[in-house]
């Protein structure tokens, strides 16, 4: 099955400062790259997300990559806020049967940024 | 319309007895997933369905974990002689049919086993 490995698994910035959060997955046939913010004590919520025939996609402050190639995707955040802090998932999805998606989470980055 | 809901928002048991688990998906969402988040961890997956059929319980830890659903609507996950190690945040999330839905996450249930 997929396996989705993620990095770091605490990240401490500056507020202003830029944040990179790195995901590796292991199955190629994965073709949907989603990220989701969990506030402390909150649901996960999705924030960006990718699919497998594009590079990078940006969203105001986030952006994702993806390199295929290496079954690596990366979110990138800018100009860090306070209220950016929270847990943040990246997941890889495999289409199965009848148009259903399995869903694999990788273990979570905890965002500070300090004011 | 309504998000994702689950019942109860927190459940205290003793070891050894039986809980079930409610979730109340979007209507319309067909896809239908159970995940576990113990403390400070990642999201572990549980079990999905399509439609009311679960073609893939390999996340299920033991026996002692089952879940059903009726129709495309509510499904319930049972845990049976709850261990202290059972004891973590039992989330549910919803989604269309399809590759590149965003799954909607229920509230959770937290579950303590004491």
């Known amino acids: 099955g997929e396996n989705v490995e993620q990095h770091p698994s605490t990240l401490s910035v500056q507020e202003g400062d830029s944040a990179v959060i790195k995901c590796t997955y292991s199955?190629?046939?994965?073709?949907?790259f989603p990220w989701y913010k969990q506030e402390l004590g909150k649901r996960p919520q999705l924030i960006i997300d990718?699919?497998?025939?594009?590079g990078e996609k940006k969203d105001q402050r986030i952006a994702v990559t993806l390199n295929k190639t290496a079954k690596h995707f990366s979110l990138h955040i800018t100009e860090t806020q306070p209220e950016d802090s929270a847990v943040y998932f990246c997941?890889?999805?495999?289409?199965?049967?009848?148009?259903?998606?399995?869903?694999?989470f990788g273990t979570g980055t905890k965002l500070q940024v300090i004011p | 319309g309504a998000g994702v809901s689950q019942s109860p928002s927190n459940k205290v048991t003793e070891k050894g007895k039986d809980v079930e688990l409610r979730c109340d998906p979007i209507?319309?969402?067909?896809?239908l997933y159970w995940y576990r988040q113990r403390l400070g961890q990642g999201l572990e997956f549980l079990i999905y369905?399509?439609?009311?059929?679960?073609?893939?319980k390999s996340g299920l830890p033991s026996d002692r974990f089952s879940a059903e659903r009726t129709g495309e609507s509510v499904s319930t996950l049972t845990i049976q002689r709850t261990q202290q190690e059972d004891s973590a945040v039992y989330l549910c999330?919803?989604?269309?049919?399809?590759?590149?839905?965003?799954?909607?996450f229920g509230p959770g249930t937290r579950l303590t086993v004491t």
């Open positions: 990718i699919r497998s025939n594009v």
């Open positions: 369905f399509q439609g009311n059929s679960a073609p893939d």
């Open positions: 199955d190629s046939a994965s073709n949907y």
């Open positions: 209507s319309g969402h067909t896809a």
């Open positions: 999330a919803s989604s269309l049919r399809g590759a590149f839905y965003e799954q909607y």
């Open positions: 997941a890889a999805s495999n289409p199965r049967v009848g148009g259903y998606q399995k869903v694999t």
